[in-house]
């Protein structure tokens, strides 16, 4: 389901953060899914020690929280909030 999709996809975000790592250009178009999510295109990974971090994992995070919402998803209140919190 959708619901399960958008789990893995907040949990990949979180696993790349904890590796020191932000995706950079993250949306539908570079989240692959069968049975599993996957992140592709890195071109413009960056560390998450870099200056623009911030903006750059905030911007994945609405593009992600964008798509899933258009796509008729209830996402929980405070949960992007949550999530910014991590950078």
């Known amino acids: 389901t959708l619901k399960i999709v958008f789990d893995d996809v907040v949990e990949n975000l979180k696993k790349l953060l904890k590796s020191g790592m932000i995706h950079g250009?993250?949306?539908?178009?570079?989240?692959?899914?069968?049975?599993?999510?996957?992140f592709i295109d890195f071109s413009q990974a960056t560390m998450t020690k870099d200056d623009n971090a911030k903006e750059y994992y905030k911007r994945d995070l609405v593009n992600v929280f964008r798509f899933f919402e258009k796509?008729?998803?209830?996402?929980?209140?405070?949960?992007?909030?949550?999530l910014e919190k991590l950078v």
């Open 25 to 38: 250009d993250l949306s539908e178009f570079n989240i692959l899914y069968n049975d599993r999510v996957v």
């Open 71 to 82: 796509k008729g998803l209830k996402i929980e209140k405070g949960l992007k909030a949550e």
